[in-house]
């Protein structure tokens, strides 16, 4: 009796699972449709597309759910495409895991979106454009996470890159934004090529485009090596590591705020799925000297990351370059899964697996909500700049209280979600004494340790950054006038951030069912799970045992919470209401807002300490007053930070390219008989080859 | 359970211990400082009567300071009392050790330095901004430091839990380990910094030059600077503690008799007193450094934590 009802509802699950997916697709490009069919400009075609669009989110979060839950894959064949050439479609856990990642943020985006896109609605673009994008470009991301051939991946991750570019460039009235999107569609290209010949390696060994025939491909160490490292350079390119990264500070905060928090949030994540699957899911036998790039590439990439977020004075761009800085910390927990289960250490690899994960899942939370308040901040006030913004906590209270739990969960703080997945991590690469015999676990054991020093200074470093982009945009007093006139957003685009840094709590108090949930996906992945990790109970986090590490997040907040209330007992209730006065000025008078520290000036012991990090112009300009004596009448200050990939990479290689294409450029003359020359050399050469 | 109800109570009892022990350590510091200096010092309990002062006292707000303002000074006390609660004081092997290993002592100070650094930049005063920058940039060099001084022992000890490493080397006995001479060495250059002792930062100025933790908190009065200023004084204290038991734990209790209490908690009060001396003597024989000269202080701190830690795995493990 029992087991049939169980096979019941699994087949049951199956298909309600798969299902929704697709509902999920199709709500993303009806909402599209919708705009497109009624007059974008009415309230009602608004709302009907991001209720749609929120919709779509909604059953994306539940087929996810579902599927990682019941632990159920699932395989279906769609009639689309060429006729002998079927989409392979599959939802398995992974795929349900970033599932529920996709739908939460797609889900606050569209509570936060109606709004925001009102101020689009005034400007002279079309915003039918912007609607038919969107919807293709999540709709493209949901179907890149349940393909299960090499065609139709490329199909749905094409459909994901065209419609961003389309986005990016959607303010392209702005010179910055369209030179942003074409570098964005170029490399979004060059990496497309690169997942290209990944993917051909393997079907080459396989004998077939399905992932099923992939995952059977048996492949030499060098083959499997290629492979991997096409995939790297293809999914890093997208995910933005270093030194591929630099149209990533240029293309995602160019985007409108919701895009970007799209963008950022899940986009990258897309990409951390498609190498997760690729490298775990399809190349049957991983070597350890992957793992040890990776932990390379990944340090470099964290610490460059959040170096060059700290200099930033654009609040979108800093978030952008933070990004940079989080797949680095994805990628030091992909390096050390990579190192352990090259090493035959299957636990330890399960673990820096679940913890890279776990960090994909927070950091889409906290940047789509850092990209959300960003935006929020832009909307009311139009500025991005934060040497012009200040004192926004008393003008816009709920955002600024959203934002902060947002600096807290990125700065890696706890009881917040950006500290569990940190923790993790560490707890990973604690484990290098492990890794026991000859000369290349010597050098593994000391340069893990290393990259966890790295992390604990981009864990350091990024605290830093967002005290300064929290205290220079909400704390202080306003610095223009019209900041200073600033209101609170409505309530959909609070909702939307409310969602995303409820999240980021749950997730962090609760790190213990999260990992639990996340059992079928190791097992799917590396045939493992944690059992340790959960043994003691939702309450207590020990990923490896009770002795070796334990952290409970529930009674650290309970033990808050206590302090809190004692304190208030004790403290508060019968003393006297706080006077107000003025703040200490030294007994010089007025304080003036523009006394405050900059942000410019907050970076700069930073900036000095780590210089070689940048390249730095400085311009002071000091006006001398007319007259006789000499006096200053005013001095300016400008300070630009300019990033060492763009100089030393991208633009000698765009040099290279350009020269080469005028060499080549030499055989257009222009003249009708030259090119009747090249066309008969070309057909004799032709029938010499095939005769 | 009887033995789990002990536990949970000792546990509490030496966390209330850590908060009103921290004041007499701070007294007994600035006590033998003046006499070593050729001063009339205070008196010991000096610290209580200048918190109950303060607690008494009415506060003033500057006039445009927001609800965080006001929030800071509870969180701050908060997570520092989190982080000495999970700290092995007299005894080992308490359940609050349990709930937060060293990373998220860490982690709580990072938390209470957010908020204190934010507070200073929430008025819009040029000191608060100077003091948080400052602030800032000394902690992204000092936590990776002091991260990796305590990895090290956490490696040897194959935990990141300060009990179980306490633990084991009590059982380890007397081995003289130089990776461990290494991450002693970096913890105390880190423990100068992040206490904001000399040379790094004077606890005792109200210059501006050469301010940094005060700069912060300069605009706080009443029962907030009580709290922020008793926290700083935990703060000290669990550094000191975390200094003497994790490389001398001699003496601490390991099982809950009357007898082995007396003895942890007379083992650590003159292991504290002796701390105490060789800051005193530090402080005394150093001047204050010149802002930018911070951050070679602690490369070397972060420098000598990563030797250790190399020593460690190199030296000390595998084959």
């Given at each position: ?54 919709s ?19 395989t ?31 889900l ?34 949901l179907?890149?996470?349940i ?37 964005y ?9 690169a ?20 995952r059977?491909?048996?492949?030499t ?54 190498f ?18 990776l ?42 899964s ?47 700049d ?77 605290a ?12 202080g007093r306003?610095?223009t ?49 944690l ?22 997040a ?9 302090v ?22 030294c ?5 003036t ?18 210089a ?40 000698p ?39 | 359970?009887?033995h ?43 610290p209580y ?46 359940p609050?050790?349990a ?36 602030e ?20 040897t ?8 490493a ?17 991450a ?99 402080e ?36």
């Amino acid at each position: 009796m029992f087991p049939i009802s169980v096979h019941i509802r699994t087949h049951f699950a199956l298909v309600s699972a798969l299902a929704l997916a697709y509902v999920a697709v199709l709500a993303t490009v009806l909402s599209g449709a919708a705009s497109a069919a009624f007059n974008p400009k009415r309230r009602y075609a608004r709302n009907i597309s991001f209720a749609l669009l929120g919709s779509a989110g909604v059953a994306a979060t539940i087929a996810g759910g579902w599927t990682l839950l019941a632990d159920v894959t699932v395989t279906d064949e769609l009639p689309l495409g060429l006729p002998w050439l079927k989409w392979h479609v599959r939802l398995d856990a992974l795929s349900g895991f970033f599932y529920i990642l996709v739908g939460l943020v797609v889900l606050a985006t569209s509570l936060y979106g109606p709004s925001y896109v009102r101020e689009h609605e005034r400007a002279p673009r079309p915003v039918t454009v912007l609607h038919l994008a969107t919807g293709v470009f999540i709709g493209g991301m949901l179907l890149v996470l349940i393909a299960d051939d090499a065609l139709s991946f490329m199909i749905a991750w094409e459909l994901m890159s065209v419609s961003s570019y389309l986005l990016v460039t959607f303010q392209h009235e702005h010179a910055a934004n369209r030179r942003a999107g074409f570098l964005y569609l170029l490399m979004a290209h060059v990496g497309a090529l690169a997942i290209l010949l990944a993917f051909g390696v393997l079907a080459a060994f396989g004998g077939g485009f399905t992932f099923e025939q992939m995952r059977a491909a048996e492949l030499t160490p060098l083959w499997a090596t290629l492979a991997f490292a096409f995939a790297l350079a293809g999914f890093g390119t997208k995910a933005g590591i270093v030194p591929l990264h630099a149209w990533l500070p240029e293309a995602h905060p160019a985007a409108p705020s919701h895009i970007s928090a799209l963008m950022s949030g899940v986009m990258l994540k897309v990409a951390i799925y498609g190498f997760i699957r690729f490298v775990w899911g399809l190349i049957a036998k991983v070597y350890w000297p992957w793992g040890l790039l990776l932990l390379v590439i990944g340090a470099t990439t964290a610490l460059t990351g959040v170096l060059y977020a700290m200099q930033q004075n654009d609040l979108k761009r800093l978030l952008a370059y933070s990004s940079i800085e989080n797949v680095g910390i994805i990628f030091i927990g992909l390096g050390l899964s990579l190192i352990f289960l090259g090493t035959g250490h299957t636990l330890l690899g399960t673990l820096g697996l679940v913890a890279a994960l776990y960090h994909t899942l927070n950091h889409a939370l906290f940047k789509g909500l850092l990209f959300l308040g960003a935006g929020a901040v832009l909307y009311r006030t139009h500025e991005r700049d934060l040497e012009h913004m200040g004192g926004l906590i008393r003008r816009m209270p709920g955002t600024a209280a959203l934002f902060l739990v947002g600096c807290i969960a990125i700065s890696a703080l706890p009881p917040f979600n950006g500290f569990v997945s940190e923790w993790l991590t560490f707890q990973t690469a604690l484990q290098a004494p492990v890794l026991e015999g000859g000369i290349e676990s010597a050098i593994l054991r000391s340069l893990i340790p290393l990259a966890a020093a790295v992390l604990a200074l981009t864990g350091a470093l990024a605290a830093a950054c967002f005290v300064k982009a929290y205290g220079v945009a909400f704390l202080g007093r306003a610095r223009t006038r019209h900041v200073a006139r600033a209101r609170e957003v409505p309530a959909g685009m609070l909702a939307g951030m409310g969602i995303l840094a409820g999240a980021c709590l749950l997730l962090g108090v609760f790190p213990t069912p999260v990992i639990e949930a996340m059992a079928p996906l190791t097992q799917l992945l590396v045939h493992e799970q944690l059992p340790l990790a959960t043994s003691q109970g939702w309450l207590w986090l020990t990923p490896i045992s009770p002795r070796v590490a334990s952290y409970s997040a529930p009674f650290v907040v309970l033990a808050i919470a206590l302090v809190f209330a004692i304190g208030y007992v004790a403290l508060k209730r019968r003393a006297k209401p706080a006077r107000r006065g003025p703040a200490w000025d030294c007994g010089f008078g007025a304080l003036t807002t523009r006394m405050q520290y900059t942000s410019t000036a907050f970076s700069m012991p930073i900036r000095r300490v780590f210089a070689p990090a940048w390249k730095i112009e400085e311009h002071v300009e000091i006006v001398p007053a007319p007259g006789p004596i000499p006096r200053v009448k005013t001095i300016r200050h400008r300070l630009q930070v300019h990033d060492w990939s763009w100089l030393k990479g991208y633009l000698p290689i765009g040099r290279l390219v350009l020269a080469a294409a005028r060499r080549i450029g030499a055989i257009q003359a222009g003249s009708i008989h030259t090119y009747l020359v090249y066309s008969f050399v070309t057909l004799l050469l032709f029938l010499w080859i095939i005769s | 359970m009887d033995h789990q109800l002990t536990a949970w109570l000792l546990a509490a009892a030496q966390t209330l211990a850590f908060i009103f022990a921290a004041p007499l350590l701070a007294g007994w510091v600035k006590r033998i400082k003046c006499h070593t200096q050729n001063r009339a010092a205070p008196v010991l309990w000096q610290p209580y009567r200048d918190l109950a002062k303060l607690l008494r006292k009415d506060m003033v707000l500057a006039e445009n300071a927001s609800w965080l303002f006001r929030a800071t000074p509870y969180i701050v006390f908060a997570a520092i009392l989190i982080a000495a609660a999970a700290i092995p004081l007299v005894a080992v092997d308490l359940p609050t050790a349990a709930i937060a290993d060293v990373i998220v002592v860490v982690g709580f100070f990072a938390l209470a330095r957010f908020f204190t650094a934010l507070a200073g930049l929430d008025i819009g005063t040029a000191f608060g901004g100077m003091g948080s920058s400052r602030e800032m940039m000394v902690a992204a060099l000092a936590e990776p430091a002091m991260l990796m001084a305590v990895f090290t022992l956490s490696m040897t000890a194959n935990s990141t839990n300060l009990s179980t490493a306490v633990d084991y080397v009590l059982h380890a006995g007397l081995v003289l380990r130089p990776s461990f001479l290494f991450a002693l060495l970096a913890l105390a250059m880190v423990a100068v910094a992040e206490t904001g002792r000399i040379p790094v930062d004077n606890p005792a100025t109200h210059l501006e030059l050469t301010m940094l933790h005060e700069a912060m908190i300069l605009e706080y009065s009443g029962r907030h600077l009580a709290l922020i200023e008793w926290a700083s004084q935990i703060k000290l204290m669990i550094y000191a503690v975390l200094i003497a038991n994790l490389f001398w734990p001699w003496g601490i209790a390991r099982e809950f008799t009357a007898e082995a209490l007396a003895i942890g908690t007379f083992a650590i009060a003159t292991k504290l007193a002796l701390l105490a001396v060789i800051l005193v003597v530090w402080e005394t024989v150093l001047a204050k450094m010149r802002l930018f000269r911070v951050p070679q202080f602690l490369g070397f701190a972060f420098l000598l934590a990563l030797l250790g830690m190399l020593t460690y795995v190199v030296l000390e493990t595998g084959g």
